[in-house]
């Protein structure tokens, strides 16, 4: 049996057990940090990966924060969403706006020197209307790669979107032009009245002197432009008036309302390779302009005239026996201090290959012979001279017109240090006016005053002489042909009785009226043909 008294003390209360100390265990500890551990590396590994994935941070400098917002504002590149504005301020000296926009980590080899980048917009250019799905969405930012491998990570902002991005095939070009036209960005580049390119951007020239596009034309259409290639401005409408009518030239509606360019190539041309990138070509004004021969050889001479040559213009030709051989490039006045006279000297380029055949021998042009200032002296002496047409008879447009005239007077090639000058003879007009002016001048010259009181002195006498004929001589003439009826009454009187008398008297009057009709007759000859008393009558073969 268990002893009652165990489990008591000496005092007889009960004995409380003695606790016995256990060891901690070492893998509770771990147990109770696994879970923040576990979070502490799900956190650092969501932040590395974060901060792995994480695309490039650049800036964006606008003119204006049009379009732009925070947090909303979206950067595509070929309409995919690589990145977002993250904030928009001043820039420190307040002229411009700074986006600062973060981008996919994809997208950072697209960060490059030359990259582009601009606000999307509802926009109308150049005869195109672009931007309009931003009605809906709203504005976004555009990106373009640029081709460079340096990096960057700041940038300015386009203030016109581009007309094409720099992946389209084609090549671009640089057209000089005296003046802008009608032309905006966006216009469009005709060939063969075909659209294959378009204007991407125009600025004035250092010297300020004249306007230089650059112009880009697609693939394949750029093996078509060649190192001579003609370039014109195709805006508006083109009339010209010539012997074959009006002609009305156009390139397309575009055109006429936008404006346009257009190009084509000389003969010449014609199998020529295609020209290289950023070639420069001289844009002229119209079609004719750009088509014209381009001559090699110019030689500038003057033609002093001493008439009007109202009608006369810079630009006008001149022609030798129907054929341009130059223009006219000034028009000026002189004054002879020593003569008191004035002339209208007229500053022409004569192009002397287009005396010349370029078929003749295989030559392909040239001058008609090597010294040229001899040359001209010999045609000169041989009747060449200057001479004012009117090429147009509705504008009154002059022309120079060189011709050889073998009964002017003899003259000769005026050389000095400046420009050598050629001799004129008066136009055709001022010829008409001179010999109508001589006409009134012998007019005047007659004695009216003398041949007008002769007149009257013959009139007088005439009315005289009409009054004596009315006074003396009519009376005499009317009694005397009184008589006369009265000896015919007589003479019928006296013929009645006499049967055979009267039969003679009839045929005498039948002979007299068949002779009254020859008269008559050769009367009316003659007054169809006065010439023949002089000549007689024709003979009829």
Not at 35 to 59: D, M, Q, Y
Not at 101 to 114: G, H, I, T, W, Y
Not at 462 to 485: E, F, I, Q
């Amino acid at each position: 049996m268990p002893d009652p008294d165990a489990g008591r003390d000496d005092a007889g209360t009960d004995a409380i057990p003695e606790a016995v100390a256990r060891p901690p265990s070492r893998w509770g500890v771990q147990l109770v940090w696994l879970v923040p551990l576990i979070a502490i590396v799900i956190g650092g590994w969501l932040a590395a990966r974060a901060i792995l994935e994480k695309g490039p941070t650049i800036t964006i400098s606008f003119a204006t924060g049009e379009g732009l917002e925070a947090g909303k504002t979206k950067i595509k590149f070929k309409s995919v969403d690589i990145g977002v504005i993250n904030s928009v301020d001043l820039a420190p000296d307040n002229k411009k706006v700074i986006a600062t926009a973060e981008l996919a980590k994809s997208a950072a080899n697209l960060l490059v020197e030359d990259t582009r980048f601009w606000v999307v917009s509802p926009r109308i250019s150049g005869g195109s209307v672009s931007g309009l799905g931003t009605l809906l969405s709203g504005s976004y930012i555009g990106m373009d790669n640029g081709s460079q491998t340096r990096k960057r990570r700041d940038f300015t902002g386009l203030e016109e979107p581009p007309v094409f991005t720099s992946d389209v095939p084609g090549r671009e070009y640089v057209l000089k032009s005296e003046t802008l036209g009608s032309l905006d960005v966006g216009a469009p580049v005709y060939f063969r009245r075909l659209k294959v390119g378009q204007v991407i951007s125009y600025a004035l020239d250092a010297e300020g002197e004249g306007i230089v596009l650059h112009v880009f034309v697609n693939a394949p259409y750029d093996r078509y432009v060649k190192p001579g290639t003609r370039f014109w401005h195709a805006s508006g409408v083109d009339v010209s008036l010539d012997s074959s009518g009006i002609r009305v030239e156009t390139q397309s509606l575009v055109s006429v309302i936008g404006g346009g360019l257009a190009f084509q190539n000389p003969p010449e041309a014609v199998g020529a390779n295609a020209a290289d990138a950023n070639s420069e070509f001289t844009l002229f004004m119209n079609r004719t302009d750009a088509m014209k021969r381009q001559d090699r050889i110019a030689d500038t001479y003057i033609f002093n005239f001493r008439e009007s040559v109202r009608g006369l213009a810079v630009g006008a030709p001149v022609d030798f026996r129907g054929i341009v051989i130059g223009e006219v490039t000034g028009i000026y006045t002189r004054f002879d201090a020593s003569a008191r006279d004035f002339s209208i000297p007229v500053e022409v380029r004569i192009y002397p290959e287009r005396f010349t055949s370029r078929y003749v021998s295989g030559s392909q042009g040239g001058r008609l012979a090597r010294d040229p200032r001899q040359m001209a002296q010999w045609l000169v002496e041989n009747g060449l001279r200057g001479q004012l047409r009117t090429g147009n008879l509705l504008t009154g447009q002059l022309y120079v017109a060189m011709d050889f005239f073998p009964k002017a007077p003899k003259a000769s090639v005026t050389f000095g240090e400046g420009t050598p000058e050629l001799p004129t003879t008066p136009g055709n007009l001022q010829s008409l006016q001179d010999s109508i002016t001589g006409l009134v001048d012998k007019f005047n010259k007659l004695p009216l005053d003398d041949i007008g009181k002769d007149l009257r002195q013959g009139l007088k006498d005439a009315s005289a002489l009409m009054k004596t004929l009315n006074t003396s001589v009519a009376p005499d003439a009317r009694a005397a042909l009184l008589a006369a009826r009265t000896a015919l009454e007589s003479a019928n009187r006296s013929m009645q009785p006499v049967p055979a008398l009267l039969q003679g008297t009839a045929e005498t009057m039948r002979d007299l009226a068949r002779m009254a009709a020859s008269i008559r007759a050769l009367a009316d000859y003659l007054e169809r043909h006065p010439e023949a008393l002089l000549r007689g009558k024709p003979e009829i073969r």
